[in-house]
Each structure stands twice: as C-alpha cells, then as structure tokens.
C-alpha cells in the first residue's frame, strides 16, 4: 500500500497522526516485509514525536527509541505514527489535540484508548501491526474495542527508552496484531535488557518454575461487578465454555484486594504524571509562550500547552504528593499495589492463567463519557491490576455484540508470557 493509498483508507477513520513517505526496510529479519505504525510516545530519529499534544507539537526526536531500533534491526517497515490520547491519558483517544481516532467498527464509536490509533489501523488493515504503550490498559481496552489482539508484556520485559513517559513505574510498551502468533513474534523481537533502561530485565530474572497445566482460575465476584454489561457476560461465560471444551480446567478464585487496583492506580499514575510532565516547561524543546516573565512564561506555556485531561491529572498527582497527604493518599495506594502483587503470586501458585473480560462494555458512542471522567475511569476495571502488579496480560477478541468487538483478557504470573500464547493461540485456533 502506498502512502498515499494509505491516508486516503486513512480518512475517515483517523488512525494515523502521520503515514511517512519514506517508510522502507531497514534489513532482513523476522518482521521482512512487515507494516508497522508507532503510537506517537516513541521517539524515531528524525520524525515528529507529539504524545497527542501540543505543546510537543514541532518537536522531532534526535533518536531512536530502543523499541524502534530493534523494529528496524528485524527488517520492519514503520509506516508512520498513531494518534492517541494526550501523554497516553484517556481510555478513548477523544483526548487527543489532533482530532479522535473512529473505531473501524463502527465510525460514530470510539476505538479506545490511549493508543486507540494503533488497535484500529491494524483492525482496519492500514498495517500489519502496530506499537503501543499500556499504563493502566491502554493496549487492552481499545484492542477489545477494535476486535484484535493486544498484548502489555511484564513490566521490564521491553525496554522503555525513548517512551514518552506517563507513569514510570506502570508503562510498559506492547502491540497490536491480528493474531497471537504475530503478538509472540513482535515480543520476542522486542523483549530484552537495555543498558539504557534500568528496570528493564532478563530471561532469568523470573525463572519458570511451574510446568504450564491448562488451569484457569477466574474470580467470580470480580466477574460479576456492577455495571458489567450484559452482553459482557453471556460473551465472557461462552468464552469460558469455549476452554473448557480445549480441555483447560475452571477454577473459582477469591482476589480480595483486586477491587481495589481502579483506587490504587488512579493515585500513583497522576503522581507520577505530576513529576514527570514538570520536564515541559518550554524551555528546552517544545512549545515556549512568553508571559510577562520567566514564571509566567512556564505558567503559559503549560496552560496553552497541555489539554484538559492532563491538566486535572497534574493537579491530582500533585495533591496526593504534597505535605501532609502523601503518606494518606500515595503511601497507602503503594502499599495496596504491593498487597495486590503479594496476592497475584499466591494465586498463580494454583492457576496459570487469570481470565476476565477485558472491559465491562463494548465501544460507547463518541462524546458519551466525556463529561465524566469518573465513568471513563471505570473502564479500567478490569485491566489495572496488571499494571499494578507489573503482570503480563493480552486480550483476545471473542465475540460481538451485534457489530461490536468483545474482548476477554488472560493474565499470567510475571515473566510467564509463554502462558499466555499457548493459551491464547489454542482459544483463536492458530
């Protein structure tokens, strides 16, 4: 497909920030031949890096990106960059200052988010596979939206150099394929060590220990939340008759603090946006407005600059870590994080595998959420505690609901990726 023929598929659904002219490929290996989109986080020498935003609006990357660099080094062909919420904060794409990307499915939904341009240029067939970075479930929940499969390996697993950076301790790059045998090819191009990024780890650093049995544990009462769509359900409970008829065994599980992941993340990610996004100040790159002096320079440039959804999650962050309410908000959702974790390891002792939907609705209609944060942050519900505890997760599509993709979501104990494709190339009949 030219570049051309590419932004004119591209039109109406606005998968693409920008197609390159010049995309080629950069040598032989395992991914020769194949078409490749970046979310627009992740630096490539030379090309426009903007997170969705404008203040990062004529910003051009002096370097590539450990992820790319290896995309390259396998022989891919990188198409261009996706849209996506801005700094990856939002569960539709609606956040981004370059207009919303439309779920291929249906053109007055949304694809999902953040990396809502990703899931639908490969849903739409604009690319083979696509890059995205998954905070909270941003890989996940559109990939469910958009009917592919979308994987966030374990934390440090991928190296995050040259990612835009949201939330430091939960971001984790990953992709989005048509299938979970392209889902395992791309990891197994990008996973590794990189000297240049210090939380990222080795084949031996979670050693498999536990022969992989076939068991399926699934936490009923979680399941069966409130606000879980009907449709969610009787797709989530055929799934579920789908592997046991593959001969998994299904077994009922008790997580007490998974219900509190929404709670803990929604304190520790916008922490960790307030300190990160301080580096945008327009004084060495980006967006610079003059104010009447040096503060206020740094006042405009940041209020013209970020779009509102970041904005409150600066604020936030920036609450939950000042004096006198650091140990009462940040400090207690760490010490849930890690009472989470602590509970995922014990459980995983008995299963292989974690199974939920991947989100508690299909795609809403554009503009439904938008003047409710707090509802858009439910969406999350089932995908945070992967982040939260650093596991690896996927989401396969499983059904519709008339025209619209549904997705369920697999999780594995950390470093246990290989649960995840023998489990899901079995569910897709790979």
Known sequence: MTPQDLRSKDKDIHAFLEVFDDAKSYGQGPLSGKTIAIKDNMLMEGKRATAGSKILESFISPYDSTAIKKLKEAGAIIVGRTNMDEFAMGSSTENSAYGVTRNPHDRERVAGGSSGGSAAAVASGLCD??????????????ASFCGVVGLKPTYGRVSRYGLIAMASSLDQIGSFTKTVTGAELIYNVLKGQDPMDSTTITENTYPMKKKFSKIIGIPREFVESEGVSASVKKNFEGSVEKFKSLGYEIKDIELSHIKYSLAAYYIIMPAEVSS???????????????????????????????????RRRIILGTYVLSSG??????????????????????????????????????????????????????????????????????????????????????????????????????????
């Open 129 to 142: 596979m696509a890059l995205g970075s998954d905070t909270g479930g941003s890989i996940r929940q559109p």
């Open 276 to 310: 990160n996004l301080a580096r945008f100040d327009g004084v060495k790159y980006g967006m610079h407005k003059d104010g009447k002096d040096s503060i206020d320079d740094f006042f405009q440039t940041r209020g013209s600059g970020f779009g509102k959804e970041v």
């Open 325 to 430: 309410y650091h140990d009462e908000y940040y400090g207690s959702a760490v010490k849930m994080k890690n009472l989470i974790t602590e509970e995922l390891k014990e459980v995983f002792k008995e299963v292989d595998l974690i199974l939920t939907p991947t989100t508690p609705s299909p795609a809403w209609k554009m503009g439904e959420k938008s003047k409710d944060p707090l509802e858009m942050y439910l969406g999350d519900i089932f995908t945070v505690h992967a982040n939260i505890s650093g596991c690896p997760a996927v989401s396969l599509p499983s059904g519709l609901d008339g025209a619209l993709p549904l997705g369920i979501e697999l999780t594995a104990w950390l470093g246990r990726e290989d649960n995840l494709f023998a489990a899901g190339k079995e569910f897709l009949g790979e």
